[in-house]
Structure formats: C-alpha cells, structure tokens
C-alpha cells in the first residue's frame, strides 16, 4: 500500500476527516482542498525532500567562523516549504492562513517526515509563532508571528541548558529590566539576558533573514536571586537581529552567540547548536546582554510553554512513525526484488531440513522470517501514524468542538500524549532495525537508505522529554489526573471498539485479548499506586508505559481493522487483508508482551531500586 | 565492577580455568601464566585500540587507487597484537604457539574487543591458519599457516558473493584446473579460480606484506557446470601476492583486484571489500584467472569450513557482549558524575508527584529509571559474557576431554553457538540503545562514544550467520540433530543448576521459574514439530531462538549467582550483590518474555505466511 493509499483510509474512511467541515471554522472546507492540500504536500516532498535526505545526512552543518553553512538542497527545500503555505496552514485566514484543520495539516506534514525528516524543521517555526498568536501582545503578533508564519523569519525554543538538561526547574537564564523604562517598550517589557542555552535546533542559520529565539529564564527578585523551580519560570522572545515595530531589521546583532554546533549521530539536516545569550559578543546599545521581550507574565513561562506540549509530542511521534515507514517501504521493495535462497521443503531421515538447490532461488518475500520482519514493521509504523492521526483530530475537537466533546478531547490527549510521543520512538526505530535486517550485509551500507533512518529515529526516544519523562508523567500525573478522569475516559472509547469487534467472527478473539489486557492495565495502576509511595510507584514507570503503549496500539488497530471489515467485509481489496493481518501480528506477536512489563509494575519490583551502588 | 574482576571471577570461581592446567596440553599454564596473558592483553588494548577507537571511526579506510589506506593508530595496534603472540596463542609450542586453552584466549580478547571492535581482525587471520593446520598439508601449513601465527601474513575467509549473500549453495566461483600438471604443484592441487566474492573482512591493506585468502569455489564437473547445491564446494587458498615454497613473494601479483570498498554504518576499522578473481587485471604467467592451492579434497570446502564455525561464531558473540560492556561502563560512569533532577518526595493533593526544587540536583544513578537501565546492560553483557566463557570452555573439553566429555562438549556446543553468536547481537545492542539513552542528548552526539558502540554492533546481527539463519539452524537442525540429544544434555546441565540453586533460599523462585521455561521450551519445541511440516515449524523460528536464548541466559545467570552465593553467602564482596541484583533483573524482568515469544511457536502462527504479498 503507498503511504498515500494508507492516508486515505484512515483520514477519511477511519477517522471521518470530510465531516470537519461541517465545521463553522472549517466550512469553506471539503475533501477536495483537503486533497489538494495533500497532493501539494507529496509533490514537494519528492521533489525537494526525498533527493536531499542522504545529502544533508552527509554535508553536515557547519560554522565557517560567521555564518552557519546548509547544503543548497535544505535552502531549496525550505523555500518550496514556505511558498506552499504550510507553516500557517491552521491560521485564520485574515493573518493569511487556510484555517485546515491540524487533522490534515499532521497528515499532510507525515509526507515531509518521511522524504528528509531533518530538513522538516516548519514545526518548531510554527509552534513557535503559535505560542505567541496565543500569548502575546498585539504587537508582538505582528512583528514576530507574522513574519514567521510567512516564512521571511524563522523560530526557535530554547529551552534546556548544559547544567539543567530535562530539568526545567534549574534552569539558570537571568533576564533583568533593561533600563528604568523597560516595561515602555512597544514590542513588550524590555530585558536582558545572560546564559547558556543546549540542544537547540534551528539555532543559527542563514534560511531566513531573522531568528526569532523563544526562551525560558528567570527574573531575580529583589534581592538578585532565582526562584528555584519552574514557578520562576519566564518565557522571552529574543530575535537574533534587533527589529523595530515595522517588523524591519535595525542593523544591529542582537547579543546571542553560537557557541558551539552538536554533531550528531543522525538528524543532521537540522542544526543543532549551543547559544550564549548575553555574553558580550555582540553588545546592543554598546552594553552586554541579549534583548529580550517578556511574553506573558511573569512566572507563567512553562504556562505558556505547555500550551504548545501536546502538538510537539505529536509531531515527534509522527516524525517517528514516518521514519519507520520509510524503511518499511525501502525494505519492502528490497524483499520483492532480491532473489535468495529457496523455501524449505520437507525434512530429512535426520529430522533435518532440505532444500531442493537445483530448482532457482526465490525472492525474500518468500521467506517466512522476511515476511514476519515485513508484518512487524507495518503493524507498528501504520498503527504508530493511525494513533498520531487519531491523537490529531482530538486536538481539532478540544478546539472546534462543543464544551463537553472539547474538554473530553482535551483530557484523552493528556493521557495519550505520553504513548503517541514514546510508543512509535520505541517501536519504529525497531521497524528500522528489522528494515536493516532484511537488507542483510547491504542493510548495514550506506549505499541503502536504511541504516540512517535508524540513526536518525534514535533521536526520537530522546528529544521533546525522554522515555523517562513521559514514563514518569502518564504514570505519575496523566493516569492520575482529576480522580482518574482522563484514564476513564480512554477505557470508555476502548471498551465501545471491544463491543463492535465482538460482533464480528474474525475480530472477537482479540476483542477479548483487549478487554483483558485493558482490565489488567487498570489494576497494575492501582497496583502500582496501593502503598500510596511514588519511589514505589514510579519505578517501573517505563514498562508500564511500554504496556499501556502496547494497549493503546492493539485498540488501534482493532478499530481501524473493524472499520476495513464493515467497509469491506469480503476482503476484495488487498489492503483489507493488510490491515486485518497486521491486527492479527499485533494480537498474536505484540499485545501478549504487556504480561511481562505489568508483573514488575504490580509487585512494584525493588530489584533496581534497592541494588546498591557499588554493586553495578 | 571492572571488566578484570567479571572476567577473573568468572574464569576462575565460575568456570575454575585454573584447573585447566591438569589436563596434559596446557600442564606448562597455571593462574599466573593465565594472568600473565591477561595483562598483556588488557595492557596493549589500553595503550593501543582504546585511544584509536574513534579515529577508526572517522579515518574510514580508503583506496587510493593503488593501495587502500588505514590510519596510523591501525598499523600500531596490529603491531603491538602481532607482537603480544596472541595471534598462535592456542598453537602447539613447536610452531611457536602457547598452548594456551581457548578459554583464555577468548577472554584475553575481550579486552581488545571492548576497546575497539573493529581494529580486531586477528581473529580471521587465527581462524584461516587454525583450518590450514587441520586440513592442509604440510606445506600448506609451513608456507601460509605459519606466517599467518607470526604476522607476517593475515588471512581472510571468501564465502559470499554478491548474487548469493548468505546462500553458499548458490557459489558461483569457478575453480579450474591450471595445466595437465595442476596436480603437481607443491604448494597443493593448483587450479584458476574466477568470479566475485562480497563482504570480505580484511580484504585488502597494507597491514602485512601478503594477504592469505581461503576462497569457496566450485569444480565444474566434464561438461563445464557447477553442481548445485553445497556439495559442489571446494575450499582453496588464493594469495594476494604469489609465493614460492620457502614462504617468500615471487614479486608477482596474484589475479584478485580490489573491486570496491563497503562503506558501513560502524565497523570502520575494518576493511570490507568486494573482491574480484580472475578478472585477468593482473595476469599471472600471462593468463587471466587467479591461482588457488586445492584444501583438503574437492567438494568437502564446507566440510572443512565447519570446523571452524563454532569458534568464529563465538567470537561474533565476544564482540557483542564486549561492546555492549563498553557501553554499560560508559553509561554507568556517566550516572555516577551527572547531577540532574532530583528524587520524587511524595504525591500530592491531587495524587500527583511533588519534588523539593530547592534542594541541590542529585546524581542521575539515583533515578529509579536510570539504575533500571544499568541494571538491563550489566544483566544483558555480564550474562552474555558468561555465556561466551562457558562456550569457549566447552571448546577446550572438546580438543582435550576423555571421549565422552569430548562428545558431549561438542554437541552442547552445536545447541549452544546458535544462542552464543544470536543473543548478545540482540541484547547487547539494546544495552547500547540503553547507554546512549541514560546520556540523553549528549549520548546522540558523537563527542561521547556510545553512539558509536551502539553502530558497530548492529553488524554483529548480520555477519557469520544472520539471525534468521541462527534461528532456521537452532530449531530447524541442532534440536533435532542424534534424536535430540543436544538438547537433553543442555537440559541436564541446566536442571543440575536448578537443583542446587533450589537449595539457596534467595534463589529457589527462580530455580522454579527457570524449572517452568525449559519444560515450556521443551513443550514448544514439539508443538512446532508437532505436523512434521518445516514450513509451519520453522515459520517462527526467530520468536522460537529469542525464547530460548532467554531460558539458556537465565540458566547463566542462575549458576553465576548460585556460585557467588557460596563463595560469599553473606554478599560481604558488593560484586556479589551485584550478581545476585543482576540475576533477579533477569528472573522478574527478562525471562517472563519468554511467554509471549513461545505462544506463537506452540500455535505454529501462520499470519505472517499466509499473508498475500499484495497486502503488506
């Protein structure tokens, strides 16, 4: 099935994307401009994305002491990104947006992911004029939102530091007023900040005239200290280059410097870099210290920040799922094409295996374990985009839909976020890995394209808060939440696919394996949390996250393989076959694992805990 | 616990090596000539691969069109290893060699393992002059064997070729007789070999001043064809550059050209080719075809191969758990300096988790999540270690047991490679997954060296047999093989553990649970042959591999802890509570995987097979 065909179904036939222009905000809408969108998409994507992916893999970023140096390729890519409107796809349309709903636009980017996933940084440029479409003043909007919505400018996070890493509340940033006038200022109250800021991508380039930094700091009180935690948390924008409120560049540098670039084991289409705000390299006003605008008030930063959480984690989890698509294709071509080997054919006197080597080889496909590696690979990269794909049309409801289906939405995406961020970065890397396999000695090549999507998938498990993190925080806070709500909520939506899968012969045996792994998610939750200790709780928070992942994938696919059956019931499309088989390797070869990682989190398992250190 | 104090407890509390010096080969060694060897080895990998490690990793080897180029940092540490003897370690004293038992060969060369991989290539050169002194003639062994042991020459093995990969039935190469006198040749039956070999290790450099290849090529029989199948193949040596009987160059070159270098995704160090013989670009005597010494007699090539296949197979495994160790000390180190975050203080009102932001950052080893994944690594590569060890030890016995033990030895060890080459090229990369992921962003930059560990050993899945083939061989072949009497004698071995680890209070619920998997591996391994049909009996045969690799493990694990147990009961050593956390970590974590691996084994699960190739 082409990644096109895969789309179709579940935008339209699964997730019934057409009816969201029943929607006022979405009404000029139709499946013909989503389509047009779409096709748009895929033709630049193979145009300008998929040829440059090994180059920028192999022309790395670099710093030629003034500016940061990109192959043309990813300045070709980047324009044609641009002109098609993309980064302000879900913008209203008097700010020059086409107002599609993020549904389309997080199907429509999967095209980008899986051609040259870091070429494809429009996310954080468009998360980054979002926060501010929300949070900031008129002016603010104006100047910075707009400029880069439409491309002239692009935009940035910065959020962790080399001391800090994932630990927000250590950040060390200080931003202090700028002058006795600084709350005057028309583009928002006026500071200066000095500190170091880590892992931050698209931090310098020349792709677009501007840079326009997002940043967490802190504001000292009155007796020059940071607040420890993330309360003292401010969020400022600081552009690279000084601009006035016309939007027009001052001439003047602002006090940011690149201080160091990260090479990477993979995803080196997206520079990633090490800024020094404040440092006195570039004084403004002849005085040390990187202008910033507050955004928001003060204190409320990681407020702001969280505002954006969902979509980003959505986007690291579709990048995921696409990367794992790509080598499920690559190697899917490969094992239709390579002759090799020869099916096994009886066993022998010995009770061993013979081959009848004078008949000619076959292609790999044949092989059962190729074919097992295929099926692995489809299940988890198209059950991965299926959940981001679901987890995108909740975030459309949370936002068109009526009070009570929004604040639904709102709460599911708290408890699925943690899975559609963590489960594709865990499993479709696995996918690449088995793309590599079936590749055998050429897998491991840098003639096929197989070994760097796996290099660049590792990133996954890492950026945008680790396995770790999201670990700790559906366990710790998500599953939690409101007396339990949000976990409610999800068993509700599983439980109603259990109830039309039982209808139907061929889905009722996993209909059961589902409800049962559901109840058993449930109680290794109380479980977990019986003694009340979060050391005990949380201990096993990975593989209780890898679980609930793991339940969450076989719902997935239970009901999209419900809605191929009702659609389809005889099966005279191939791709109903597909999806019912890739349903069926999911029950059979995936949902059982979940036994394993629950018995930990049940007897919250101290073996790891109490081990001393000297012991390892 | 340094990787000296694992091997020293393992080689002599665990596997008492030292005893070893009784039998009559080896009653020259004792614990001090042992040590003495590990010394150098640990000494000369300290000083000469560690710091080249990542300089082979960016100096990938080159062709400059005459001669293929490798850093400087290579040629010294081939120096210093040619220098050490270890290349004849296990040889009889009068060639020169040492007698040392394998099983100390096999941990002196872990420590070059662990410092870099891919600079290690003397066990090829072993491994080729190893088969010329069993199957070769005198002069074989005089002239090629010889000056391989000293260094003078390496060796290479050319099995694959680019049609066939891991199909030796499909050889294409065609040896032909050189002249009526071809039989008359002192250096053996001289014959013209022409075609294409792939994947060749050590191909080409300037390392030594000869390179010896083994080559697989087939006889045509009177009309001109190659038999098909295995049968057909003869094993012949093929220098680079031709030699007369006193073991000097002639100064001419032998017909094999350097056809291309493969450029991998780790492994860099070592040179990979495609090698092209007999294209005639260097003519010997005026004639196209590259001249080959006849090994052993026609047709029995695979024969002689075999020989040598258990011992380059756990090799493959060494370097996978040597790797993975790399990463677990690298990681662990890391843990032990990083302050990061801080621990979880209790829940809060609303059930979520609280954490005191005013208290100083804690070292990222107190994370409960943190020791969870040290604890996977030093469960995944100290187990795999052992595994290795006991293997090796199992050589020994073969080569100098009385009859009995020999025989013995030898068929555990045909059940047992399939598990030592498979399973650390599986877990030890997911210990590398690991390493990289407790360093957060900084293990994604290659300024730390886990990103490297973590490619080079993706290849150890791959070559000497790729896991699929591991597989097809464990369950399609050594379980049956002598109406499986392997796999009775390993489960003996295995069920005299648990009858003593079922006396030691803390480990008598894993003698249990271990006691459970092999009758379920018993039990699976008959349902799969249940119909007598291959197909349906291999169709899983890697889920098959993957669960028994897991029971062999934690079979590992479980006389590893019985024996610290009773040399320290009172775990007053650390390493000893290390051992015992190590083998809990296996017991509730890993071997409970084992279910939901062997539920589709026990069903002969045939969704992958049945699925139309349409449908994928």
Aim: a negative charge.
């Amino acid at each position: 099935m082409s990644l096109r065909s895969t789309l179709d179904f579940l935008l339209y036939d699964w997730l019934d994307a057409a009816s969201l222009s029943q929607r006022e905000r979405f009404s000029d809408h139709s499946r013909e401009t989503f389509d047009a969108v779409l096709d748009t998409c895929e033709r630049i994507a193979r145009e300008k994305y998929a040829p440059a992916n090994r180059i920028v893999d192999t022309q790395e970023p670099h710093f030629d002491g003034e500016k940061v140096i990109l192959p043309q390729a990813t300045h070709d890519a980047h324009k044609a990104f641009v002109e098609s409107g993309m980064l302000s796809a879900a913008q209203d349309y008097d700010i020059g947006g086409m107002q599609l709903p993020y549904t389309l636009q997080a199907a429509a980017n999967s095209f980008f992911a899986m051609a040259s996933v870091s070429i494809g940084s429009g996310m954080l440029t468009s998360g980054n004029a979002n926060l501010l479409m929300v949070h900031g003043t008129g002016t603010q909007k104006e100047v910075f939102a707009k400029n880069e919505f439409s491309g002239r400018w692009a935009g940035t996070m910065c959020l962790s530091e080399p001391q800090a890493g994932s630990s927000l509340s250590d950040v060390a940033t200080r931003a202090v007023p700028d002058g006795a006038d600084y709350q005057d200022d028309p583009l928002g109250p006026r500071y200066r900040l000095t500190g170091n800021k880590m892992w931050i991508s698209s931090g310098d380039h020349e792709l677009t005239e501007n840079i326009v930094h997002i940043v967490l700091a802190k504001i000292p009180d009155a007796n020059g200290k940071l607040v420890p935690g993330t309360r003292g948390i401010s969020l400022f924008i600081v552009p690279k280059r000084m601009v006035n409120t016309e939007g027009e560049l001052t001439g003047e540098r602002n006090d940011v410097a690149l201080a160091g670039l990260n090479h990477k084991l993979g995803w080196r289409g997206t520079t990633n870099t090490l800024l020094n705000f404040g440092e006195g390299k570039y004084p403004v006003d002849g005085k040390a210290g990187a202008v910033g605008y507050l955004v928001g008030a003060p204190g409320k930063g990681l407020h702001c920040m969280f505002h954006m959480m969902n979509e980003a984690r959505i986007g690291v989890g579709t990048a995921a799922a696409m990367l794992g698509m790509a080598g499920y294709y690559a190697s899917l071509d490969y094992a239709k094409s390579r002759p090799q080997g020869r099916a096994v054919q009886k066993a022998d006197a010995g009770g061993g295996v013979v081959k009848d080597s004078a008949s000619p080889q076959v292609r790999i496909i044949e092989h059962a374990d190729v074919r097992r590696m295929l099926l692995a690979q489809k299940a988890y990269c198209e059950g991965a985009l299926a959940l981001e794909l679901y987890c995108a049309r909740l975030v459309d409801v949370q936002k068109t839909g009526n009070a009570e289906e929004a604040d639904d939405a709102r709460l599911l995406l708290e408890v699925l976020t943690p899975i559609a961020k963590s489960w594709p970065s865990e499993w479709c890397l696995e996918a690449n890995s088995l793309a590599i396999q079936i590749h055998g000695g050429y897998g491991y090549t840098r003639d096929f394209p197989v070994e760097q999507y796996w290099r660049d998938n590792r990133l996954n498990m890492i950026h945008e808060g680790t396995h770790g993190i999201q670990a700790a925080d559906l366990l710790g806070r998500k599953v939690l939440m409101e007396n339990g709500r949000g976990l409610k909520l999800l068993a509700g939506r599983i439980t109603d696919t259990i109830t039309r899968a039982a209808q139907v012969p061929e889905l009722a045996p996993h209909a059961r394996a589902l409800g049962e792994a559901l109840q058993r998610v449930g109680s290794a939750t109380q479980a977990a949390w019986s003694t009340g200790d979060p050391q005990a709780a949380l201990a096993n928070a990975v593989p209780y996250m890898q679980a609930f992942g793991h339940t969450v994938l076989a719902w997935i696919w239970l009901d999209v393989a419900a809605r191929a059956l009702a659609l389809d019931g005889a099966k005279s499309n191939p791709s109903t076959a597909g999806r019912t088989g890739a349903a069926a390797y999911f029950f059979h070869y995936e949902l059982p694992k979940i036994g394993a990682w629950l018995n930990v989190v049940e007897s919250r398992d101290a073996t790891c805990t109490e081990l001393s250190e000297e012991a390892f």
